[in-house]
């Protein structure tokens, strides 16, 4: 038994580099796939609580922009774009299983501030007493260096934290954490587990991954300080691998599991 497999109430983050190809277009197969798989874990009777990127990727490729976007200005009017986007194909693949999204943008100040801390705490309970699943992201469209959170690695963490969730997933463009960067070292193997984050496991994260996702495994590892400082467990899983979710929920070891006494 591991503590996924009791785990009540679920925080997922998925990237754009799971959401979207190359072109910056939606990975069809992909976002239907992780709505169903979601859905049915809500209908197992947990709480599902998704933190989605992919805002300014899926708007840049819908405004027809030819290169990312680039200025403050023209991200932040790609991320209106894209959040509407992604809010419509939520909404539309989760409705197919009589379920309910809701948007949550966050910015840093609001969790930062005690007062509208507790109103999206609040907020967060509501939905998931009505049976909601909230689909979270930062809120880009105003977001400034200044007040955003920088990564969704670092959010979800935060929104676990917030809802007092008991597991916080990643869903990356990798299995999990390595002993070293496979991009550079195609042979290093895979760190199945993580009791808690020490200098070694902070010196492997390396620097920012591919060019779509924006954190690498650095931002994970900040996440996964956070999630285990409230009693949280965490995993990295490969969003590619979608069904692997339900052999971690079911007790089994996938990717790599961070902190608890899991294996017992
Ligand atoms: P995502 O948001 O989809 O998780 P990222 O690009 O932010 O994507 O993070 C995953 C990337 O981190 C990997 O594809 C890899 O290139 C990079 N990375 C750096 N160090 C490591 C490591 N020690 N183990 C695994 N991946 C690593």
Do not use: W
């Not at 935060?158 to 597991?167: E, N, P, Y």
């Amino acid at each position: 038994m591991n503590s996924f497999q009791n785990a009540r109430r679920i925080v997922f983050k998925v990237g754009s580099s799971s959401l979207t190809y190359e072109t910056g277009l939606i990975n069809i197969r992909q976002i239907e796939q992780l709505c169903r798989i979601l859905a049915d874990i809500k209908n197992s009777g947990r709480d599902v609580i998704l933190v989605s990127s992919g805002s300014i990727a899926v708007g840049t490729a819908k405004l027809g922009l030819k290169a990312r976007a680039r200025s403050m200005p023209e991200k932040q009017a790609a991320a209106a774009v894209g959040q509407c986007e992604l809010m419509y194909l939520y909404d539309k693949h989760f409705s197919e299983y009589h379920h309910k999204v809701a948007q949550i943008l966050l910015t840093r100040d609001v969790v930062e501030d005690p007062l509208r801390k507790q109103n999206v705490q609040n907020t967060f309970e509501s939905l998931l007493r009505m049976g909601a699943i909230p689909v979270v992201n930062e809120n880009d469209t105003v977001s400034t260096e200044e007040i955003e959170f920088g990564d969704n690695d670092t959010l979800s963490a935060i929104v676990a934290s917030l809802t007092g969730a008991d597991a916080l997933v990643l869903l990356s463009d990798i299995d999990g954490l390595y002993e070293k960067n496979p991009a550079e070292c195609p042979g290093a193997p895979l760190i199945p587990h993580v009791p808690a984050i020490t200098p070694y496991i902070e010196s492997i994260a390396g620097g920012a991954g591919s060019s779509r996702g924006t954190g690498g495994m650095a931002t994970k590892i900040s996440a996964a300080k956070i999630a285990l400082g409230c009693g949280c467990v965490m995993a990295i899983v490969n969003g590619s691998k979608l069904e692997t979710l339900y052999s971690l929920l079911e007790g089994r070891q996938v990717g790599t599991t961070f902190g608890g006494d899991l294996y017992d």
